[in-house]
T-cell receptor
Framework: DTEVTQTPKHLVMGMTNKKSLKCEQH?????MYWYKQKAKKPPELMFV???????INESVPSRFSPECPNSSLLNLHLHALQPEDSALYLC??????????????FGSGTQLSVL | AQTVTQSQPEMSVQEAETVTLSCTYD???????LFWYKQPPSRQMILVIR??????QNATENRFSVNFQKAAKSFSLKISDSQLGDAAMYFC????????????FGKGTLLTVNP
């Protein structure tokens, strides 16, 4: 299994809603990432988890709350989002140690619309 | 800080022909990694090819090859025998290693393949 699976594929939410994005991989990767991508722009790193611990938070607003319950699962909890948060949210994983310099495995993303 | 520049926002190629996508970068590091990632309409980012800066030999992966010019800080991607499935956004990316998990992406080149 060489897949990173993201659910849901599409999400529409109001500014007062609470929702969660889910990412799962079964490749034994110990580094997992959340990226945000606006249309026709490159992905922007949000968070990195290494061995289930938050390693990097790229100054992301607190209305985005990541969680890594186990080595295979990564969540992104959303609360009180703004319309400008509408974007494609990509999850990725990599081998810890080998890591970014080898290969990132990406999911197909969740397209989020905030109304 | 590293920067990655893709000077061609859009390119087009006829099926079965060859196309070259340009990428230049700026860094003071001597040891680093360069990548081309592809993002088709499915939105999943897929690694096309990677190059280690200490290797003089240009990387190749089937129909994909790079022209890596370290002194000029240039890393172009050549796609031979272009296929309809090659149509995608192509991102050049840079990574300098260490504990920083952050890839620096260029702005991307949208490749259209005409039948």
């Amino acid at each position: 299994d060489t897949e990173v699976t993201q659910t849901p594929k599409h999400l529409v939410m109001g500014m007062t809603n609470k929702k969660s994005l889910k990412c799962e991989q079964h490749m034994g990767h110990r580094a997992m990432y959340w990226y945000k991508q606006k249309a026709k722009k490159p992905p922007e790193l949000m968070f990195v988890y290494s061995y289930e611990k938050l390693s990097i938070n790229e100054s992301v607003p607190s209305r985005f709350s990541p969680e890594c319950p186990n080595s295979s699962l990564l969540n992104l909890h959303l609360h009180a989002l703004q319309p400008e948060d509408s974007a494609l949210y990509l999850c990725a994983s990599s081998l810890e140690g080998a890591g970014v310099q080898e290969k990132l495995f990406f999911g197909s993303g969740t397209q989020l619309s905030v109304l | 800080a590293q920067t990655v520049t893709q000077s061609q926002p859009e390119m087009s190629v006829q099926e079965a022909e060859t196309v070259t996508l340009s990428c230049t970068y700026d860094t003071s590091e001597s040891d680093y990694y360069l990548f081309w990632y592809k993002q088709p309409p499915s939105r999943q980012m897929i690694l096309v090819i990677r190059q280690e800066a200490y290797k003089q030999q240009n990387a190749t992966e089937n129909r994909f090859s790079v022209n890596f010019q370290k002194a000029a800080k240039s890393f172009s991607l050549k796609i031979s025998d272009s296929q309809l499935g090659d149509a995608a956004m192509y991102f050049c990316a840079f990574y300098s290693g260490g504990s920083n998990y952050k890839l620096t992406f260029g702005k991307g080149t949208l490749l259209t393949v005409n039948p």
